[in-house]
């Protein structure tokens, strides 16, 4: 079978002449510009996840699922884990940078850097150098985006997101600066769980939000 159109025009010509299929540029992923107000206490997943929700809609955007990037802790087996909380991608920010197109690339090589991790309105979070310094971010995760292991029976999460005081949080830095760990997602651990304690390694009780595809 000849296609004389192909011939004549060539491919590239042809190919500007089909229809493309545009990228979604919704936002689906943010920094929260504020924490609970409460330290570490969220509420628990579903205050942490309200708040993304809350935060999302007053940026104008209201028609996403939200989950917060958090894991939780359990007595005798793994916990929630953040990686299967926040559907496989892709994600984009508040000015349309895509962050990852999978739950693979968001866990080994993401786009995530200060100038990317953007709140919901699109603004720049602080980090290592600016006054103050908010790029302690709330995980409770492991690099790889897993939850601890039984095994590991200190607080990492502050009491699965209820404890203002007590505990101790696994946190990731946004800026990819700081301590000598450049991990997004797992950093250090806070030295408690208050906002007081948040702060004084750089935090603010901030968290990450990422929206499911429906």
């Known amino acids: 079978m ?119 309105n699109g603004d720049l979070v602080n980090g290592r150098g600016d006054k103050p310094n908010r790029h302690d971010i709330l995980t409770g995760s492991q690099a790889d985006g897993t939850a601890f292991f039984p095994s590991v029976t200190e607080d990492r999460t502050c009491g699965n997101w209820t404890s203002s005081g007590e505990g101790s949080a696994s946190l990731g830095h946004h800026d990819r600066h700081g301590g000598g760990n450049t991990s997004w997602n797992a950093a250090h651990n806070s030295r408690g769980c208050s906002q007081e304690d948040l702060s004084k390694t750089g935090g603010a009780g901030l968290f990450m939000c990422f929206a499911i595809s429906e």
């Open 2 to 120: 000849k296609f004389p159109l192909l011939a004549t025009l060539g491919l590239a010509a042809v190919a500007t002449m089909l229809p493309v299929q545009a990228q979604d540029t919704s936002m689906s992923f943010f920094i929260t510009s504020v924490g609970s107000g409460n330290g570490a206490d969220l509420g628990g997943l579903e205050g942490a996840d309200a708040h993304c929700a809350t935060l999302a809609e007053a940026a104008g955007t209201t028609d996403q699922t939200w989950r917060a990037y958090l894991g939780t802790q359990e007595e005798g087996k793994r916990g929630v884990s953040p990686r299967d909380r926040i559907g496989q991608g892709p994600w984009v920010n508040a000015k349309g940078v895509l962050i990852a197109a999978n739950l693979d690339e968001l866990h080994l090589s993401p786009n995530i850097f200060k100038s990317t991790a953007l709140d919901e």
